[in-house]
């Protein structure tokens, strides 16, 4: 993380991604490829840019090769027509690093994509490749240690898993035969090659698009391909189905549970509206504050910095700094949920009371959810607002300002 937010973390003792400065021989390139339709997942948008526990799965799938150090660059090949798909999934997650260069144009098929790919990669000093579905955004590291390891020994590696059910012939519904299972396996992505190997390849093969992976290119123009082992977690989105597979599998990952709470206050003052929760609602009075003085988002900020242990609100963005009057809070819950992304965690749930007399807060409650969920990119169902009153008792109860409190789960690795 980057640019205005570098005092905040400054101030919270924290850190962005590490910047890490690379041999100027880059060795090792990770191409994603994400320019596909994904017509059987159903919905409108591409399967890769879904959003899988509060992230697209484009950016799930890219992390994966981030966070290895034996990767030296991560490619992404895309649809023309989803740059600004893509620009949310990478640029709006603040996953920021040296590694990650701009995406390249696809083509209209998977292997017209990667010759794309390849093509864009001649003149770098590129010596190996691992090429890579979008579709499959958990990579764990073992599995790309494995492959780089192989690369060693071959100019092409396939990670697989063995076939241990029984494979039948089946015709027109009736079982006719048994096929042999022995020297079968399910080919995975990555998988990896030696740069200049699969890019004379595919450059081989020209027209011909009958090959189902890249595998299959480099040995049809008799290239070596040893088998290393896949991983199982590493499953492939086809169906709307697979997404709730694949949450199970990261959220085993996930086991330090962190909960956080937040309290903000802000009195009334001149005016015509509140800011509560992102929503602008017509009130007698304002509220006084340095921001908009939203006591919502402040409480919210407040709870994940404290599930994080990373400080508080005032602590990253002190009301002494010009920069931050008047400014929208969306910025700051913004930042704290950047903090989440940076440590590889999510929000699991958000719990916020306004206490106040007036203005009535029931009437905006669902709009509430929904201003959070968005900024979040939580699911709405992970958002809960209520609203109470003192009784007339206290600040609140006399009517002289609004406080609210928040409560947020975070899941850690």
């Known amino acids: 993380m980057t640019g205005r937010y570098d005092a905040a973390l400054t101030r919270l003792g924290a850190s962005s ?27 409108e948008t591409p399967k890769q840019y879904n959003m899988l526990l509060g992230k697209p799965v484009l950016a799930w799938t890219i992390e994966s090769f981030l966070n290895h150090r034996g990767i030296d660059q991560v490619r992404v090949v895309i649809h023309p027509d989803d740059r600004a798909l893509y620009d949310h999934a990478v640029g709006d997650r603040k996953i920021e690093s040296p590694k990650i260069m701009g995406p390249i144009s696809g083509g209209d098929t998977r292997q017209a994509s990667v010759k794309a790919g390849l093509d864009a990669l001649v003149g770098d000093p590129c010596t190996r490749v691992l090429i890579h579905d979008a579709a499959r955004p958990i990579v764990p590291g073992d599995m790309i240690d494995r492959i780089l390891s192989g690369l060693d020994h071959a100019p092409g590696v396939l990670p697989a898993l063995a076939v241990v059910d029984s494979l039948r012939k089946v015709a027109d519904g009736v079982v006719s035969g048994t096929l042999d299972r022995d020297g079968v396996v399910r080919a995975q992505t990555p998988q990896g090659f030696r740069f200049d190997a699969i890019h004379a390849a595919h450059s081989a093969v ?10 299959a290119i480099l040995d049809a123009n008799g290239g070596r391909i040893i088998v290393v082992a896949g991983d199982d977690r590493s499953l492939k989105i086809t169906e709307n189905a697979d997404m709730s597979r694949i949450e199970q599998i990261i959220l085993q990952n996930l086991t330090d549970i962190r909960v956080g709470s937040g309290f903000d206050v802000h009195t009334f003052g001149t005016g015509d509206h509140v800011t509560l929760c992102g929503l602008k609602i017509p009130h007698s009075h304002g509220l006084v504050g340095h921001s908009d003085a939203d006591v919502g988002l402040h409480a919210i900020t407040d709870a994940i910095l404290g599930g994080l242990s990373e400080g508080d609100i005032g602590q990253a963005f002190p009301p002494s700094d010009p920069q931050w009057r008047g400014v929208d809070s969306a910025v700051f819950l913004n930042f704290a949920k950047d903090r989440v992304t940076a440590r590889h965690g999510i929000i699991a749930h958000v719990d916020v009371t306004i206490i106040c007399e007036r203005p009535k807060v029931s009437p905006h409650r669902d709009a509430m959810r929904t201003r959070i969920s968005d900024i979040l990119r939580i699911d709405l169902s992970r958002v ?3 609203a109470t009153t003192t009784e007339k008792l206290g600040f609140t109860g006399r009517g002289e300002g609004i406080a609210a409190q928040a409560t947020v789960t975070l899941r850690l690795p």
């Open 206 to 215: 020209g027209d011909d698009h009958s090959f189902t992976d890249d595998v």
């Open 17 to 43: 991604a590490p910047r890490i400065v690379y041999k100027n021989l880059m060795t090792t390139v990770a191409l994603i490829v994400a320019a596909g339709r994904g017509t059987r997942f159903g919905t």
């Open 384 to 386: 809960s607002v209520k």
